[in-house]
C-alpha cells in the first residue's frame, strides 16, 4: 500500500500545483513555502518503500523545487527569487515556533505534549543541517534552472535536468552534514535516499510538462 500510495500523493501534489499556477505567482509561493516546512516537518516519520527504509519527506522536497521551477518559467526569475526568501523565513519561522511550543509545561490533563515533544525535539545538527542545506540547494536550483532555459527549449527536459542534481545536492549534503557519525551506512542512506526522490521525479516531470503546453493554448 506504502508504494501505492506513493505515486498518488506524488500526482496529488502536481495537481496542487497545476491548480496554483491558475491561482497566480502567489499561490505558488504559498505552496513553495508551505512544502518546504513539511519537508522538515514530516523528515523524521520512516515508511516502508518496496522492502526499503525512506523518510516520508521526499515527495515535499521535490514539490517544493517543482513549484519554483514552474514559478520562474511562468512568472520570472524575480518571482522565484523573493519565492526562495519567504519560504526560508517559513522554515526558521516554524522551527522557531515550535521550539517556543514546548516550553509552555503542560496542564496535568494534556495527553499530546509527549508527541509534540518527540516530533519537534530534533537535534539543533539535524535542524541547522536541513535549513542550511535547503537553502543552498534553492539557491542552486535557481540559478541552473535559469541557466537550462537559455540552453534548452523543453520544459520537460530542463525540469527533469535540474530537479535531478538539486535533489542529489540535496540528499548528499544533507546526509554528510545532518547524519554523519549518527547512522552505521551513510551511502546506503544516500543511495535509497536518491532512488525514490528519483523515482518521485520520473511521476512528476511528465505530468508537470503538460503545464506548458496547457498554458500555450489558454493564449491563443
Not at 12 to 39: H, R
Not at 45 to 59: A, E, H, N, P
Request: hydrophobic share 55%; glycine share 6%.
Amino acid at each position: 500500500m506504502n508504494e501505492l500510495l506513493f505515486f498518488g500523493h506524488v500526482l496529488l501534489v502536481v495537481g496542487f500545483i497545476f491548480v496554483a499556477v491558475k491561482q497566480g505567482s502567489v499561490a505558488l509561493t504559498v505552496l513553495i513555502a508551505l512544502q518546504a516546512v513539511f519537508a522538515n516537518l514530516f523528515v523524521v516519520k520512516q515508511m516502508t518503500f518496496f522492502g526499503l527504509d525512506v523518510t516520508c519527506s521526499d515527495v515535499y522536497a521535490i514539490g517544493s523545487l517543482l513549484a519554483l521551477n514552474v514559478l520562474q518559467e511562468f512568472f520570472g526569475r524575480e518571482a522565484a527569487k523573493k519565492a526562495i526568501g519567504i519560504s526560508f523565513l517559513a522554515i526558521l519561522f516554524f522551527v522557531l515556533m515550535a521550539e517556543v511550543h514546548l516550553f509552555y509545561r503542560p496542564s496535568s490533563s494534556d495527553q499530546t505534549h509527549g508527541a509534540f515533544s518527540l516530533i519537534f525535539s530534533a537535534t539543533p545538527r539535524i535542524v541547522f543541517a536541513s535549513m542550511a542545506v535547503y537553502w543552498i540547494v534553492q539557491q542552486f536550483d535557481y540559478r541552473f534552472f535559469g541557466y537550462l532555459r537559455t540552453r534548452f527549449e523543453s520544459f520537460g527536459l530542463r525540469l527533469g535536468i535540474s530537479l535531478i542534481l538539486s535533489q542529489t545536492l540535496d540528499t548528499v549534503l544533507f546526509s554528510f552534514f545532518g547524519l554523519y557519525g549518527l547512522v552505521p551506512s551513510l551511502s546506503g542512506i544516500i543511495l535509497v535516499s536518491l532512488l525514490t526522490k528519483w523515482l518521485a521525479i520520473g511521476c512528476s516531470v511528465p505530468f508537470t510538462s503538460f503545464l506548458k503546453k496547457a498554458r500555450a493554448l489558454e493564449h491563443e
